[in-house]
Structures are given as structure tokens and as C-alpha cells.
């Protein structure tokens, strides 16, 4: 039995319960669209933050480190090599305000010089993190990174989560009810020749089909809840904007971004199915079969 | 030897004795009815010939294997080679077209689409459906839906039909029709045919009827 037609086949058990598949792929695409569209809404705002936090830097992050070690100089060109930081020459300003061993890198992306300012391989280059000194200038968009990574780290990660086990158990519930309501199909593909491989693979292929559906149908929700956010908060976002920022420059706040926990949910949704599947792998048993052709 | 040996089954569910210590022996090529009463046990004489049920005790032989004795890949060759099975009421998947219907036991041994598709339009050549292939269950009659089960049990090629009260559902017209074809088929190749039915039309066909009167069988040549 080839793909084409194990898939031909699921895709039939699809239009033979039109209703049944649809209310699947609506309540499980508008669970996770929720969180998508939560997810899409907050990236885009951080985006615009980002925007505003940087405009005065052209988008661009300059950090200022110290480290105190004198027997260990080395270490931050290291590091600015490893993050992508190159070291500028400061202005005549920030000399008469900075230490002399002080040294300023300018960073052209955020994420890179957010990794480079939490100091997280301390250990790998075996230096003292307490004797090492750095932070932002003329611009807040670390701090504005930061924010919103915890935001999501501690709300959106544990919804998903969360979403997860729901969904896994939804679809294992609509696979129960629908196999236990296929006995007949069951058994008649068995009396045709098919072996129980072939039976579990058409309908994985089944709920794979139904995820991949409510896939689009989730994505589908979270562009229309963006759509409406931004509409809704233009105003609200643009004078909030310009007050935390008020030499920036008036950018669209556009509520849509995307990132990788994004497409990370949707593959929650596929990664849902095989769970799901496992759970109500016994129905496909012989003895389960005989004895529901005798139900019936 | 037949090609069907029934040794001292028996089945029961609970308490209720629906089959009591049935001793059968089927001929290649005959064509078998089994009859009784409602609930006397046709259906599950059937399905225990069939391998869908297990006996509460004896053996079935079928074409020199016992059925409770075979293995996973033997049960699915048993039952893509050895029987062919036509469930009571026509049953047919209503979202698969005719043609779809009659392939899905080729689709299910791995024959290739255009070999399985020739011999499922030959079928329905012989079985006069052929004009009906690519219509879905709901928009054809009752006869030919009938026609459309034996069709997709025949693709194979198999030795033995269990037909499960297949003109139930038919006027007296169709249920000849069906009859006739099952009766050509048996003749034609040498098919053996066990039909579970109180329709008394189908004993016209039959060579042997076999009754269940309190889970008991009298047999009677014809």
C-alpha cells in the first residue's frame, strides 16, 4: 500500500464525517490560534518597541563592558568576537565619563548582544561574572528584550504547555469516538485484506490530516486577531509609544510579528498527534474488534 | 475432504448457547445456504467461518488451515486470498465511489492501480454495474450496491464467498439478480459460496441448506 493511497483513503474518512472533523479542527485550531495570535500580537509589538527603543541608535545596541580582572584582559574582545560585537572608539564625552579599561561595542543585533550581555558561558571561558561590568547606551533595548522575554517565558510558554496536553487529549477523545464509531468500517477493511498496519497508518494519517487543517485554521485565527488588535490599539500603542519614546520618530504600530515559538506552536499541533494516536491505539485490537462486531 | 470443516464448534455468549457442537463439511464449488430463524446464529456461523468471531470450542478448518491458528500475516492473506466477505445491507463505504469501493481490497494487497482498476471494471462488466462505476452508493439501487459487494469480494480472486443475508434488502428482482451472479460466479470458477439468509428464494440456488434450530444444524442436500 502506497502513501498516495493510504493518504487517499484518510482523506476520504474526512468527507464520510464532514461534522465530526470540522468541530475537531475548529476546537483545536482555536485553542492554539488564541496562543498564536497571542504570540503574533506580542512579537509584533515587541518589534515596534524595539523599533522606538532603538531609534535613537539607528536600531543599533551599544554596550559598555568592564572587567576588572586585570590578569584576564583578553576576555571581552573574545567574547565581542564570539557575539558579533565590534568595539568602537568612544566619543570625547563618553571618555571623560567611562573608566579607562572600559570598552564600548556597537552590536547590530539585538538577540546577539542580549546573549552577550547575560554572560551565560562564565564557565566555558572560565571567567568571574561578579568582576564583570556591562550596560547599555543610549538606548534601553536590552532592557525592552528582556521584558518581553520574560513575559513570554513565563505566560505563553506554560500556555502552551498547557494547550498541549488539551489538545492531545481532544483528539485522542475525537479518535476514541470516531473509531469506536467506525467498528464496521473496521472490520470490513479487515475482511478486505487489510492488515492492522495498514488500518493504524490511514488513520494516523487521518488525525495528521486533521491537524494539519487546523493548523491553517489556527494561523488563520491569530492574522484575523491581530488584524483586529491593531486596529484596535493604533492609537493606544502610538501615544503610549511616543510618550516612553519621545525623540523617536512615529512608527506603524503593527501588531503582527512572527518568531520562532510561532511555527514552535503550530508543530505542537502535529506533535499532539502521535500522543493522541497511542492513546487509543487498542481499538484497533482483533479481540476489541470481535467484540464490538457483536455490539453492533 | 471439503474445503470448509466445521469439528464440534460451539459458541456462546454468557450463558445463551447459540451454536452447539456443529459438525459441517463443505464441498469445493457448492453453494451453501445457512438458514434459521431470527437470532438463531446464521450471522455468527458466519463470521466464525469467516474468522471474525472465535468459537467457544472445536476448530474450523478452511482450505487445510485452522482459522484460530493463524497467524497476523496469515489472517490478512486469509483473508485476501481464501474468502471474500459480503456484510448484510450492501455495506459500502459511502464516500468511495463504486469503482473506489470494488478496488479497495487490490489497493489493501499492494496491486498496482491500473491492473486493480482492469479487473474491478471487468467485474462490473460481468456483474452489468459497469455503467454505474463512478457513481457513489447513495445514487445507485439496492441491486446494484449488491452487485457492487460481490464485485469487491470476487477481486481477488477467492476461493470461498460468505455472504451475510445479501438479498435482505432487495425486491424479488434484484435478489434473483444477486443470486444468479453468485450462482454463475460458483459455476464459472469453481468459487465455494455460503450464504446466511431466511430468503427463501435463495434456497432456489442452493445445493446444500444448511438450518440452525437451537444451535443445532441439519443439513440438507439439494
Redesign the interface.
Known sequence: MKLREICFLSRREITAYPTRSRATVIVIGILFGLLLAALVILQGLENVTLKFAGSATDGKVYLVSIYSDKNNQDLIHQRLAKYGGIVVTPTNKEIAQLPESAIIAEFNDVIKAYNYFEKTDSLELYYDVAKYEIYELHSKQLATYRWFMNLKAKFVRPASLVLLVVAVFILAFTMSHILSQNTRTFVLYRSLGASRAQLILIYFAYMLQLALRAIVFAGIIAVILAGISTVIGWRYFSTELAILYPLAPHYPPILFGINWQCLETLLWMLIAVPPAFLLCLDQFSNQKLALKLKGD | MGIIQLQNVSKQ?GDKIILRDLNLDIDTGSFVAISGESGAGKSTLL?II?G???PTSGRIIIDGKNVAELN??ER??F??HT?G?I?QGS?L????TLL?NIT??G????INKKERTAKAEQLAITLGIDEQLKSLPKKVSGGQAGRACIA?ALL?DPKIILADEPTSNLDETNARVVLDVLNKIRRQFGVTVIVASHDKTVFEFTTEVITIINGAAQTEQR
Open positions: 455468549y463470521n469467516g471474525l468471531e472465535q497476523a500475516k490478512v492473506n483473508y485476501r474468502v466477505i456484510f455495506y463505504q459511502p464516500q468511495l473506489e479497495l481490497p489497493i489493501f494487497a499492494g469487491r481477488l
